[in-house]
Structures are given as C-alpha cells and as structure tokens.
C-alpha cells in the first residue's frame, strides 16, 4: 500500500508538471498568435478583407431608408453627353460649369458645390467666365479641392492655389473641401477599392473638412461629420431616386435655363451639387454595389455623407486597438470554451448556437450604428476554440 501510495505521488507530480508544460506552451502560442494578429493587421488584409464582406452585406440590406426622396438635395451631372460636340472632355469645359452655376444661383439654392479638380487650365475665355460666375454667385459655395494627400505629380496644386485665390477663397462665402475617399489602402495588399469612408484629416492635409462638410456649412447647418464612415442611404420606399437627379444637358441645351420657376422649384432651397458622371473617371464602388455591381459617381457619395451629416445618423467602427482587444478576448473566450468537456461533447450543437450568436450580434449592432466585426470574432473565436480542444488534458 505504501509502495503504491508512493507511485500515486509520482503519478500526480508528473500530471502536475505536464500540466504546467502543456499551459506554459498554450500561452506560449497564445501570444505568438497576438503578435501574428498585430503584424497581419498591417500587412495583409486580415481581419479588413474578410470583414468587409460581411458589414457590406449588412449594409445593403439594413441601411436606414426614407419615404420618399430627399427633399434637400439635388445632384447635377456633367456627361459625356454634355460635352460631345465639343474637342474636349478633361478639364470638363468651364462654360458649361458657369451656366450651370448661374442657374443653380439664380434657382435659389441654399449651397452650391463643384465636385471638379481644377488644376490646371483650359481656354482662357471660360475660365474667364466659371471665375466670374462664381464670383457673381449669391448663394454660398464650396470648390472642391486637393492637397498633399495626392500623389506627387498627380496634380498641379500651384494652379489651383492660384485660381481658388483668384476667386476670393477663402471668404464667408466661398469655401473649399478636400475630395478624398477612403479606400483603406495599404501597401502590401491590392485594395478592394470599395468606398466606406471619407479619408480621415491626418494632421498634415491643407483641408481638414471634407467636401460634404463644406457643403453642410455652407448651408447653415450646424451638425457635424460623427464618424468618418458612410452611414449609406438605400433607395427611398416609393421607389423614386435617392436624391433628385438632373442633366447639364437639360439644364442647357433643353431650355431649363430659361424657365426660371421650374429651376426654382427643382433646385430652389437645395444643396446643389455640380459633378461629372463619366464612365471613364470618378467611378466608384461602395457597399451599394452589392446589391446592383453598380459603380457610382463621386458626386454621389458626396451626396451621401451630405444626407448623413444633415440627418444627424453615424456608422461606428473599431479603431485598432479596439479589435486587437476583442480579438485577444475572444482568442482567450474560445481557449476556456475549448477546454471544456462538455462543449466537446456537444459541439455541433455549440458550433450551431455561436453561428446564430454571431449572425444576431451583427444585425443588432448595425441597428445600434456599429459594425460589429463578425469575420474578427469569428476567426479568432475559432482559434482559441481549436486550441483550447487540443491543449486539454485528460486525467486518467
């Protein structure tokens, strides 16, 4: 009895110390697969690209819908339709854009904003003639504009600077927002190029507002951009556009131009904005496009986050820190689950249950106005479940 008293010690010793070693080496790996997670969070496009699927998803099919079209806001395009008699179509011709400012003026507009690059020029006379439209102008109006964020060369800065100058920028009247969307890209992956967000002020940018900002105060409106993520808005309930869409073309050449009441009562009280819808530029996809594989105009999404800041609605996501924080909770979560009898007696049945747990929590959030990252929790949730199965030990 004493001898076999004896091996029972030994026995439970040995236990004790392989159950050390087997702990030590589960969180050995543990922080291994944090310091994987931090270091593939810049380097590859994990947790972001499989992500975003999944909040797309949500988003084309749980954005916030009005009864009817936007009153507040109506969008002109410039087409190639617009412009094909003329010899040209980069720049947009800029006799064009003064008539449709002028219009938009005359309309009564409560904003007036150019989604255009003007960086560089075009025949004197209409440049002339938008810098004298512009300068005319009753009605606030914002210019959209570049910065340092472009890549060297891309533009010519030193001419814009000078024309927004020559226009009296800056003035209580006149205002310039940058155009920058944000498409997280990063340089060890190719971007999915979809648009989610308004590029973030970064400290070092000539324009900290955006150009939907812009436009918001110019208009008067006191409310503020909340999160730099689009909160979308899907095609109102009755079926008409999101937003009242015009041509150019009908503005000019169908006599629009000359029937000042029906300007007024099409554009008359609303931020107007002025952009080009070609098939060749400025073409953009967005979580909209799931829905259709539709790309849509800059001056569109513009629109968009004009829509958001007046409605007061915000999207939230997790900053950095955030999702490393969740991802090592859930890692740890699933490590304890994992280790559990019976959640390995009955894993179907707990596989099924955190499916639905997980699918419940991303429609929930995305009502609260966050995206929750389901591919995040999900994959790290597996990681510590496989690990929390295979470090358990079996006493026997």
Do not use: C
């Not at 084309?60 to 009817?68: C, E, N």
């Not at 049945?349 to 929590?361: K, R, S």
């Amino acid at each position: 009895m004493k001898t076999s008293g004896f091996h029972e010690k030994l026995r439970w010793r040995y236990y004790k110390r392989e159950i050390l070693r087997r702990d030590l080496a589960s969180s050995f790996w543990a922080a291994i697969g944090i310091v994987f997670f931090v270091l593939s969070y810049n380097l590859v496009h994990t947790p972001d690209g499989p992500q975003h699927w999944s909040a797309d998803w949500i988003t084309s099919l749980l954005s916030a819908r009005h009864q009817s079209q936007d009153k507040r806001i109506a969008l002109v395009y410039i087409t190639s339709a617009t412009l094909q008699s003329l010899p040209y179509t980069e720049p947009v011709d800029r006799g064009i854009l003064a008539k449709v400012v002028t219009a938009a003026d005359q309309a009564g507009a409560k904003a007036i904003g150019l989604d255009f690059v003007f960086d560089r020029a075009s025949e004197p006379a209409k440049d002339a003639m938008l810098s004298a439209a512009i300068g005319k102008a009753r009605v606030p109006l914002v210019i959209g504009a570049l910065d340092a964020r472009s890549p060297p060369g891309s533009a010519n800065m030193n001419w814009q600077n000078d024309f927004l100058r020559s226009v009296g920028y800056p003035s209580s009247r006149l205002s310039a927002g940058h155009l920058y969307f944000d498409e997280r890209r990063n340089p060890y992956i190719i971007s999915d190029h979809v648009v989610r967000a308004i590029a973030p002020y970064d400290g070092s940018a000539a324009y900290r507002l955006s150009f939907a900002e812009a436009m918001a105060r110019a208009g008067g409106s006191p409310a503020a951009l909340k999160s730099s993520q689009i909160s979308w808005l899907l095609p109102p309930n009755d079926g008409t556009e999101t937003f009242l869409t015009l041509s150019a073309q009908n503005i000019i050449d169908r006599g629009l131009l000359a029937q000042a009441d029906t300007l007024k009562t099409l554009l008359g009280g609303r931020y107007v904005i002025i952009g080009g819808n070609f098939d060749d530029r400025d073409q953009h996809f967005t979580p909209l496009s799931i829905s259709n594989d539709a790309r849509y105009p800059g001056a569109s999404i513009h629109a968009q986050v004009l829509a958001q800041i007046l409605d007061g609605r915000a999207t939230y996501v997790p900053g950095r820190l955030a999702e490393i924080a969740i991802a090592a909770a859930v890692a740890v979560f699933g490590f304890w689950i994992g280790r559990k009898e019976i959640a390995n007696r009955y894993h179907r049945a707990a596989e099924f249950a955190a499916a639905l747990v997980l699918i419940l929590a991303t429609v929930l959030s995305f009502l609260a106005h966050f995206l929750f990252p389901f591919t995040l929790v999900f994959f790290w949730g597996m990681i510590g479940l496989v690990a929390g199965h295979y470090g358990r030990w079996k006493y026997t």
